[in-house]
């Protein structure tokens, strides 16, 4: 048992043992384990402060443990109010306690089936989402977009969104031996998040914040309803046609977001910008409004040849 000394851990909790008061390392914890009783360890964890102790927490907390030690480290976290370690080396579990909180710490043989699954379906999720974007900016290009062209996207990147927030806590509990996997884990969500909250500028009918916040409180099954999504974040039938303002479009020309907003601002959305002559920006751009105009002619080219817009 590895305790962090607290102000609530008080000599009628600890018993016996020996002071230590010596500068941590894992080689000097690793032999002082081999004793029975319990390490209390610095909340800085710096030093190591007593070894071999006896903890006699009281009995009357509660405790759903059933081992010996499994009970008092229960008990001494909540006494205590502070981080417990208990580990059974013959039932090969590692539980971490703090305060009222009781987490099982997983093998590295269960995080790297639980990582390696989850990247699978993450990528799978990754390709159907460039799928849809590709779609959408066709349709985009073509003023062809639907309500429910739009929904597809949004589901599918909060999707690889919640998936990827699952498996956040196995990476910190795998530590250094999953470095491989979190290369390929970053690479896939690179550019996710971008892509959902460009999409939601241009279509979404309540401000980006609101949004975001919507769709982080759906549930799996909810986000399965695009009806659900149309409705909360589009505030629109799935049916209806819709036009994107032209945040995510013309984020790759070389314009400022000021420029960008101020180009939404006098067109209202993509379909106008795209209908516009080269002295319909001069009033915005001045000396570059040519060249903004030969950058939306070529971009939208690239779109129609299939070129992914990330």
Do not use: W
């Amino acid at each position: 048992m590895i305790i962090f000394d607290s102000t609530g851990l008080t000599q009628n909790i600890m018993e016996g043992g020996f002071r230590i008061n010596s500068r941590f390392t894992s080689q000097k914890l690793f032999e002082l384990c081999k004793m029975d009783g319990a390490i209390i360890l610095s909340q800085d964890q710096k030093r190591i402060l007593y070894a071999n102790i006896l903890i006699n927490p009281d009995t009357n907390i509660r405790s759903i443990e059933t081992g010996t030690r499994h009970k008092a480290a229960e008990r001494t976290a909540r006494q205590a109010h502070t981080f417990v370690i208990a580990i059974s080396e013959r039932r090969k579990k590692t539980t971490l306690y703090h305060g009222s909180s009781r987490y099982y710490l997983k093998s590295t043989e269960e995080l790297i089936r639980n990582i390696t699954s989850n990247l699978q379906i993450l990528e799978k999720q990754k390709e159907i989402l460039n799928e849809n974007i590709s779609n959408l900016n066709i349709l985009e290009m073509s003023e062809l977009v639907s309500v429910s062209d739009v929904c597809k996207v949004i589901q599918r990147a909060e999707m690889i969104l919640k998936i990827s927030e699952s498996i956040k806590r196995n990476f910190t509990e795998l530590g250094k031996e999953g470095n491989i996997m979190h290369m390929r884990y970053r690479e896939i969500l690179r550019g996710v998040e971008k892509s959902e909250s460009e999409i939601l500028r241009d279509y979404a009918n309540i401000p980006l914040k609101r949004a975001k916040t919507l769709l982080a409180n759906l549930t799996f099954d909810g986000l399965l309803d695009t009806e659900s999504i149309a409705r909360l974040i589009l505030e629109k039938p799935l049916e209806e046609s819709i036009s994107p303002k032209g945040y995510r479009f013309l984020s790759h020309l070389t314009l400022s977001a000021k420029e960008i907003s101020q180009i939404i601002k006098f067109n209202n959305n993509l379909d106008n910008i795209l209908k516009l002559e080269p002295t319909s920006f001069e009033s915005t751009l001045k000396n570059r409004s040519s060249t903004i105009y030969e950058e939306i002619r070529n971009l939208r080219e690239q779109i129609i040849n299939g070129k992914i817009i990330c």
